[in-house]
């Protein structure tokens, strides 16, 4: 009775999965999680390219590749992909991260076998149906969604952040999106060459999770990929060769930068970034809870002194984000009144003072029910859940990576959180931008533009 009551407590905890992990000849890795909640199916399939593998000349070819996975297969006709699948009840999309690219979908369970033949017809046979006027149209959609990406308020803000935050030779230094002389220059050999480098199955996650029986469906997953050809691994520390290595702690460029961009916006933005180590870093969890006691409503340091009490900015935030490789730990705020350089000092205040006066208890308490929630958040729906699997699997090589980091986000003290901020918010390691209205003179003092080709 009481082994039965601590097993259904378990299988109760959202942040638990007892999805199963499989091995195909080809090295395609499939992991499945059975959820009988509604009639639909939850597909991952994420490949291990991104931006940081990008070689020189080749910026934006792996957000390209998003583009052209949809434009037709061996046995997928152009806009095949879209319409087959809706017609079967289904939608889809996919996102390119400087880490990954990752395709989901969602349909109603009868249309597995649809989804696995669109899915492995592309992983296997994409260059079947990938010739030069498919290429020339989707070099002319990348580059507008670029312009139309950049021209909104605040469009390029992150980019800028990036390039301000990593050395030009650096895998994170330039943008996702690519530039436009490069994205304009793709020519189809290379770009069947890139292709050929990454999707491959031994590069690839394939994750399921809905209503499904786990060895039927893995029966369909083989049936569907066994004939997509497999030549072996792909190789990320060539591409990342040479590229900024990071030894030790950060920070790792000690090249602290102000930077500005004008903008079509209405008031003054300022974003002040550390770095902090990449995710899965052992520091990572008394991060979280930093980021959580700095910001997150009235009662938060970095809010209350530049929102609540002293009504600085229209708004203020902190929040920790990482990469494979790196993270950042970024505070930023937008106002109308002053100018940004009493943000910036206020900023520094606040962080100075977590040494003076680290959380007390009850601040560790909210920190930490707020990331809880969050972490069950993420591990709601199918979707989430099968997103949330396929970025455990990548970063441990394991389904289940969020009870881990709860149990240590449990266990972090106050002496950790003044510790992590000593070490990581340090004058070395910060970089500013400013954003401001065109001609306005409130940007930090020194700031320089940053031009992003
Ligand atoms: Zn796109």
């Known amino acids: 009775m009481l082994t039965l009551l601590a097993l259904s407590a378990l299988a109760a905890d959202p942040l638990v999965t007892e999805a199963s992990v499989h091995t195909l000849d080809n090295g395609l890795t499939v992991v499945l999680e059975e959820d009988t909640r509604s009639d639909t199916i939850a597909l ?6 991104g931006a940081r593998d ?20 061996a046995n997928v006709p152009t806009n095949a992909f879209d319409t087959w699948l809706t017609e079967a009840g289904g939608w889809n999309n996919a996102y390119t991260s400087a ?27 994409l260059l079947a149906g990938l010739d030069q006027a498919n290429l ?38 330039h943008s996702v999106i690519g530039t436009v002389a490069d994205v304009e220059g793709f020519q189809i050999d290379a770009v069947r060459d890139f292709w050929t480098r990454w999707y491959r199955p031994e590069n690839a996650v394939l994750v399921l999770v809905g209503n499904f029986d786990d060895e039927e469906a893995l029966a369909r997953v083989e049936h569907w990929f ?51 180590p990449g995710q899965s870093h052992a520091d990572m969890p008394a991060l979280e809870v930093l980021s959580w006691v700095m910001s997150g409503g009235r009662g938060t340091r970095i809010d209350d002194a530049l929102y609540y009490d002293k009504n600085l900015t229209n708004d203020a935030s902190a929040f920790a984000w990482y990469s494979d490789l790196d993270g950042v730990f970024v505070v930023s705020a937008s106002t109308t009144k002053p100018k940004l350089s009493k943000i910036d000092k206020a900023i520094d205040k606040t962080v100075a003072k977590l ?20 972490l069950e958040s993420m591990m709601e729906s199918p979707e989430d859940r099968a997103e949330q699997i396929a970025a455990c699997m990548r970063m441990y090589g394991k389904p289940q990576c969020l009870d ?22 340090v004058p070395e390691g910060r970089v500013s931008l400013s954003v401001v209205p065109p001609g306005d003179a409130g940007a930090l003092e020194g700031a320089t533009p940053v031009e992003l080709k």
């Open 136 to 173: 020339d149209n989707q070099i002319k959609v990348v580059l507008q969604e670029r312009a139309e990406g950049y021209a909104n308020p605040h469009g390029r803000d992150f980019d800028a952040l990036g390039k301000l935050q990593h050395p030009v030779e650096d895998p994170y230094h």
């Open 355 to 374: 040494s003076s006066t680290p959380p007390s208890e009850d601040e560790l308490k909210r920190a930490k029910r707020s990331i809880r929630s969050y």
């Open 226 to 276: 066994s004939d997509v050809p497999n030549p072996g691994p792909a190789d990320r520390a060539w591409s990342n060769k040479g590229k900024s290595p990071r030894g030790g702690n950060p920070p790792w460029f000690v090249t602290p930068a102000d930077g500005v961009l004008e903008d079509q916006v209405q008031d003054r933005s300022l974003y002040v970034s550390w770095q902090i």
């Open 54 to 73: 990008e070689l020189a000349g080749e910026y934006g070819c792996a957000h390209l590749f998003e583009h052209l996975m949809f434009e037709g297969s």
């Open 44 to 49: 991952h399939l994420h490949y291990g390219v």
């Open 404 to 425: 881990d980091f709860w149990t240590q986000v449990d266990a972090v003290s106050a002496d950790d959180v003044v510790r992590v901020a000593e070490q990581y918010l």
């Open 99 to 125: 880490d990954e690219t990752a395709y989901h979908m969602a349909f109603p369970s009868g249309a597995l076998d649809m989804a696995l033949f669109l899915e492995s017809d592309r992983m296997g046979f």
